[in-house]
């Protein structure tokens, strides 16, 4: 059984500040792993994805992955209300996508 | 650019009626298609996925089933529903590594 885990939270940060978003998996053997964000009663959309160790950046996001470790993480910096929402960590297999439960993200104005 | 479209978007059922939902891509050929559930304060559930017309995979046990009839619609049913299947039914659409999700049916069984 593969297991993504995430921390429910909730995360709160003060606007403006940096938003750090953490995630494991099990399986070593995992290739691919994705961010994506759900707002409330909305479907997921995909903010990132990383394949390769280190850190990806897009904007005001950032990926960092660390296979030897097994966790994924998820910067976001100059963190706006609107980013309030909850953000999914998943590990694709084979076409087939492991989801995380999500951490609910606050920015206070 | 690709389109996922799902209806309805909402639906109330009583228990022991029969579901329908519907799930359509445009834009793109033989894409992979998926159902999810998720439940109120709980993960993605993967129930079935499908990499070609007529070929569906199921994850979980349960009483719901899937179709493929087209190379880009995916449905999901089930003859008699029960209370524990109410939650937000999400299809998803893949190519490779990525996946996109459709709007989603919120789904209520009373």
């Known amino acids: 059984q593969k297991e993504v885990e995430q921390n429910s939270g909730p995360l709160s940060v003060p606007e403006g500040a940096i938003a750090s978003l953490n995630c494991t998996y099990s399986d070593r053997g995992s290739q691919s792993f994705f961010w994506y964000r759900q707002y409330s009663g909305k479907s997921p959309e995909l903010i990132m994805f990383i394949y390769s160790n280190g850190d990806k950046e897009d904007g005001r996001f950032t990926a960092q992955l660390n296979k030897a470790s097994q966790y994924v993480s998820l910067l976001i910096r100059d963190s706006q209300p609107s980013d309030s929402a909850t953000y999914l960590c998943?590990?694709?297999?084979?076409?087939?996508?492991?989801f995380g439960t999500g951490t609910s993200l606050t920015v206070i104005p | 650019s690709q389109t996922i479209h799902q209806w309805p978007a909402t639906l109330v059922q009583p228990v022991g009626s029969p579901l329908s939902l519907e799930c359509t891509v445009e834009g793109t050929s033989n894409p992979n298609l998926y159902w999810y559930r998720q439940a109120a304060g709980r993960g993605l559930q993967l129930l079935f996925y499908s990499v070609g017309i007529g070929q569906i995979s199921s994850e979980v046990p349960q009483n719901l089933s899937a179709s493929r009839p087209q190379d880009r619609q995916f449905i999901l049913s089930s003859k008699k529903l029960l209370l524990s299947d109410s939650g937000f039914y999400l299809c998803?659409?893949?190519?490779?590594?990525?996946?996109?999700f459709g709007p989603g049916t919120r789904l209520t069984v009373l």
């Open positions: 998803a659409w893949g190519r490779g590594d990525t996946q996109y």
């Open positions: 998943a590990v694709n297999e084979r076409n087939q996508f492991y």
